[in-house]
């Protein structure tokens, strides 16, 4: 249901729904469009504002979208988006970590200096976020520090195998660090144990196998993040 604007672009409520109802559209449009991706933080008060009530009917509609499973509530968190197909995110990490572990491995050899550095300087910079942590940030930059490690890989279609899993979790990936972000700080140390591993010319299974249960490391405290929530 598509709720009326103002010229101004604020939205009108239709007769016959209460400011928690047109909250709960207004919200829930966002959530289908992916304009309010899977663990963006739903922050009521700016809810508020733009919808131009109080906090109270947004609290309302945050509750109602929670009830069906569309918003996820943390204590000491607050409100965020909810993963969305949780069993595709679940596959799908498990593609990456396999195709990624081979890939890095197999790239190993051929990572230079330059490479190592620039690996290095994104790990720094991601331990440096981790003060102020930002998910959204927090992934991209991960992702383009695994892209230095993989992208050496000389089979090229195992590179757009990778490449491709990484576009198939799209936003998902997001939600990952948002409900588990104590897995942001375990993850950059993992980082520094794969590039120790890559500069010392450790054999390419170890290279494949701590690439690999760094992914399958996240997932699990996602999982598990889960779970607790519904405990």
Not at 189 to 200: A, N, Y
Request: aromatic letters at 6%; a negative charge; proline letters at 4%.
């Amino acid at each position: 249901m598509t709720t009326a604007v103002s010229a101004s672009g604020t939205p009108v409520p239709a007769a016959n729904l209460s400011k928690a109802q047109t909250a709960y559209h207004w919200i829930k449009e966002r959530i289908s469009t992916q304009e309010y991706a899977p663990g963006y933080r739903l922050v009521l008060s700016t809810i508020a504002t733009d919808l131009e009530m109080s906090v109270v009917p947004v609290r309302e509609a945050i509750r109602q979208l929670e009830a069906e499973g569309l918003v996820t509530f943390t204590r000491n968190v607050g409100a965020h988006v909810s993963m969305v197909d949780g069993s595709r995110y679940r596959a799908s990490m498990e593609t990456l970590g396999v195709l990624e572990g081979a890939a890095t491995a197999m790239a190993a050899p051929h990572i230079d200096p330059e490479d190592l550095e620039k690996a290095r300087e994104l790990n720094a910079r991601m331990e440096a976020s981790l003060t102020d942590f930002d998910p959204h940030t927090f992934t991209e930059t991960n992702h383009q520090f695994h892209r230095v490690l993989f992208d050496r890989c000389p089979n090229e279609r195992l590179n757009e195998l990778v490449n491709a899993e990484w576009e198939r979790l799209g936003h998902l990936r997001d939600s990952t660090f948002t409900f588990v972000p104590d897995r942001a700080r375990e993850s950059v140390q993992e980082h520094t144990r794969i590039l120790e591993l890559i500069e010392s010319g450790a054999p390419a299974h170890q290279i494949e196998q701590a690439a690999r249960e760094h992914r399958t490391s996240t997932l699990r405290s996602y999982l598990q993040a889960q779970e607790d929530s519904h405990d």
